[in-house]
């Protein structure tokens, strides 16, 4: 996404492969907005586990659904949406991992992450699947915006 | 970068040094693979070397896990050596950093499985 674009979108396929791009796209995103290298991975590691949320649980890699990927700037935000075309899932179903009993589960630690990288994450059933929504707050000498400074 | 693997025996104990990344797909499986293989050829005093490994996703996670309790499960000890800071910090922020032996060297890792 270049700095002076408001928002980009990608249509991807529920593959590995999907997992992988999305995650590239981040971290050129995340880079190319000045956030620092621990924010970055971190934003890059959100859209990581929010993409393989969509791509396995979601679209259950069916060939003929699809992922869409969207990154905007609005005012001192970076608003992440991934959509899947899948049943959408129960959150209440989700066990915290951080329980003791749960500490040696094999899974169900992709959204407790993403909390913990991003500062608001938001997961909705759409008509046609489940948005995931990540934001995360620009700080430093970009926030505010580089097309406000242009 | 995927991930590699290669194994070496110091005084009675697997050192398996592993770089690259641990994600969904093929970084999880050649760990599960690994750990597996070793298990089945006896060798039950495992540790791995994460000094090379860069990037672990929450599959790569639970692949940790698996090894651990697969290990466990049958008897053997499995070890974390050599930490890079983003993987400390996710093993702390899962409390996972509890629940595994994580060492900083490798005299003392081998040493401890006496």
């Keep these: 996404m270049a ?3 408001q928002r980009v979108s990608y249509t ?3 593959s590995l492969e999907t997992i992988d791009n999305a995650e590239a796209k981040a971290t050129r995103v995340a880079t190319e907005l000045g956030f620092p290298d621990d924010e970055i991975m971190q934003i890059s590691m959100a859209v990581r586990e929010g993409a393989v949320n969509a791509v396995l649980h979601g679209n259950a890699y069916a060939p003929d659904k699809k992922v869409t990927l969207a990154f905007e700037r609005a005012g001192g935000d970076l608003i992440i949406t991934i959509r899947d075309q899948g049943r ?3 959150l209440s179903k989700i066990p915290n991992p951080l329980a003791p009993e749960n500490l040696l589960k094999t899974s169900g630690r992709g959204i407790f992450l993403m909390r913990s990288f991003m500062d608001v994450v938001e997961i ?4 046609t699947g489940t948005e995931l929504k990540l934001i ?3 700080h430093g000498p970009t926030a505010g915006g580089k097309e406000a400074s242009q | 970068m995927s991930m ?3 194994s070496r025996q110091v005084d009675g104990v697997t050192i398996v040094d592993c770089s690259g990344r641990i994600t969904l797909g093929e970084g999880s499986v050649i760990l599960r ?3 597996r293989d070793l298990l089945g050829k006896g060798n039950k005093k495992i540790v791995l070397n994460l000094q090379d490994v860069n990037y672990i996703d929450s599959s790569g996670i639970g692949e940790l896990v698996s090894a651990f309790t697969t290990t466990k499960n049958q008897g053997g000890e499995l070890k974390l050596l050599n930490l890079t800071k983003k993987v400390n910090d996710l093993l702390q922020i899962t409390k996972l950093y509890t629940v595994f032996d994580v060492k900083d060297d490798e005299a003392s890792a081998v040493k401890s499985f006496k």
Aim: hydrophobic share 30%.
């Design chain 1, 3 to 5: 700095m002076t674009e």
């Design chain 1, 12 to 14: 991807l396929d529920s």
């Design chain 1, 88 to 90: 959408g899932m129960d």
């Design chain 1, 124 to 127: 909705r059933p759409t008509a």
């Design chain 1, 136 to 138: 995360k707050h620009v």
């Design chain 2, 4 to 6: 590699k693997v290669g």
């Design chain 2, 33 to 35: 693979d690994t750990v």
